[in-house]
């Protein structure tokens, strides 16, 4: 059973590693919101009190780097289906669960990867994060929204025959869940339809969780944020087994 | 002995699928022995791919039984799985990874031990002449290298049945003569039985010892090579077909997968 899920691991980190232009374009986009928000709307946000901005956006464009590769991992699952690689894994002597969790936890260690290389440019950028001990469990939290959304990804990839769809989980799933994340703004004082939105958005708690972790502001508390990542994952992940489980090749 | 020989390995009773009501596979039956050299026949659509993923256990039936190799693709998956070796028709590599990579992945898959496996992919590779390629990627390997690829990785675990949907579609004579050589050095020493589906009848002609021709998702004649041309009062098995199928150009309405692919044709093409 290890040695699938190991292989099926490895295969996404190798893909992965090979293709270059896909980790630089994928960095581009958290880039470009730190240096266009954090220094565009960082003077008026600590002129209103909120403190330094730069320290608050990093959690969430780190999140933002996260979400966009795992779900993007996952919903590569309709490329394999379209040429041809799935149907050699579905013929072969293992059950789909195996190949699902391989696929899921090579997604979400590709994606917690990238959020790492994002955490380390807005080293660059001037992002100072309250204490270098919190590391591990930041990696932890990172790994943690991957894993949801790897799963996700591949729960609606397993319904979905081609890439028509695409476009519309991007605009309509993806886009809203990283902008109604609490990650660019602070909750406390949003209206109340914006802030019911994003108490049902599973991002909002990783969001949260790393924000407590590299810079100290918290506003459901790390307990809340990982059992609620948790439990999400978990439930996706028992969703996305079910769906793929039903692929008909 | 005798007796033994003529044990089927394919078995097919009865077997029917429909697709929302339209009947793909209409009630067909037949049976393969072992070691046989086995051609399916048939225009688009007749059903052929249809049956294909239903005796590899990629569909399941509306009604009647298969056994591959004595096991049921329904209860028994993992042993069918196991029995077969398989050639899509398109390309089911993984383009990113080597051709070694391509091979490891299916051994760890079928779980052969890791000193086998390695001395097996080194033996299959240099069979298909591509062992000193072994660390390219896939995605710049022609058409035909990948075909022989794919056959390769397809034996890696020594199967019984080797199911191959037009292994030679789109390729050139030097290429299709390499493989169809391969496949019958594998028929004649290992006795492993062949199933293939093409449209180059005369390779049908050439290699197969029994034939079925499918049409309309039903088996309307079965037999070897020379009973088809008995029974039609025809010269070549080609002129048999096509007295048997019509002449009429069966049309299809393109699957989503089918644009797809096209698509991809054309990106790969643009890029070249």
């Given amino acids: 059973m290890i040695d699938v899920i190991y292989i099926m691991w490895l295969r996404q980190i190798k893909r992965y590693w090979r293709s270059k232009s896909r980790i630089i374009g994928s960095i581009g986009q958290p880039l470009l919101f730190l240096v266009a928000l954090g ?58 669960l195996e190949i699902v969790l391989g696929r899921v936890i090579g997604g979400a260690t590709i994606a917690a990867f990238q959020g790492l290389i994002v955490l380390f440019l807005t ?18 939290l990172m790994f943690l929204i991957a894993l949801l959304y790897s799963a996700l990804g591949t729960a609606i990839a397993s319904l979905m025959k081609d890439f028509h769809g695409f476009q519309l989980i991007m ?48 506003y459901f508390g790390l307990t809340i944020d990982i059992l609620v990542l948790s439990i999400v994952g978990t439930v996706l992940l028992i969703i996305g087994s079910y769906l793929f489980s039903k692929i008909e090749a | 002995m005798s007796d033994k020989k003529q044990q089927p390995i394919v078995e097919v009773k009865n077997l029917t699928k429909k697709f929302n009501g339209l009947i793909a596979v209409d009630n067909i039956s037949f049976e393969i022995n072992k070691g046989d050299f086995f051609a399916f026949l048939g225009p688009n659509g007749a059903g052929k791919t249809t049956t294909i993923r239903m005796l590899t256990t990629l569909l399941e039936p509306t009604e009647g039984q298969i056994l591959v190799n004595g096991f049921d693709p329904l209860s028994q998956q993992d042993e069918v799985r196991k029995s077969f070796g398989i050639v899509f028709q398109d390309s089911s590599l993984d383009e990113e990874l080597t051709a070694y990579e391509n091979m490891e992945f299916h051994g760890v898959l079928y779980k052969i031990p890791k000193e086998t496996r390695r001395k ?10 591509l062992w000193n390629r072994k660390d390219n990627l896939v995605k710049i390997y022609s058409g035909g290298m990948r075909r022989r690829l794919e056959i390769a990785r397809g034996l890696l675990h020594h199967p019984k049945i080797f199911f191959l949907d037009e292994p030679t579609l789109g390729l050139d004579p030097q290429t299709r003569h390499k493989i169809w050589a391969h496949i019958h050095q594998l028929n004649k020493k290992y006795q492993t039985t062949i199933f293939f589906t093409t449209h180059y009848m005369e390779e049908a002609e050439k290699m197969a010892k029994t034939i079925a021709i499918i049409d309309h998702g039903r088996i309307i004649a079965q037999g070897k090579t020379k009973d088809l041309k008995e029974q039609t009062k025809t010269k070549t098995l080609e002129a048999a077909y096509l007295a048997l199928t019509g002449k009429t150009i069966r049309e299809e309405n393109a699957t989503s997968q089918d644009r797809m692919r096209q698509r991809m044709k054309m990106f790969r093409g643009r890029q070249r």
């Fill in chain 1, 39 to 96: 220094f565009g709307l960082g003077p008026m946000f600590e002129k209103a009190g909120g403190g330094n901005y730069i320290n608050f956006l990093t959690p969430g464009v780190i999140s933002q780097a996260i979400l966009f590769m795992a779900v993007f991992s996952g919903i590569e699952l309709i490329w394999d289906r379209q040429f041809g690689f799935l149907k050699a894994t579905l013929v072969a002597p293992v059950s789909r």
């Fill in chain 1, 123 to 140: 080293l660059l950028v001037g992002f100072r994060p309250q204490n270098l001990t919190a590391f591990p469990l930041a990696v932890w």
């Fill in chain 1, 171 to 218: 605009n309509f799933l993806v886009a809203p869940t990283f902008f109604l994340s609490g990650a660019i703004f602070p909750l406390n004082n949003a209206p109340r339809l914006i802030q019911t939105i994003s108490y049902i958005n599973p991002l909002t708690y990783g969001v949260d969780g790393l924000r407590q972790v590299l810079a100290g502001i918290t």
């Fill in chain 2, 120 to 129: 097996r992919i080194q033996g299959l590779l240099e069979i298909v002449d």
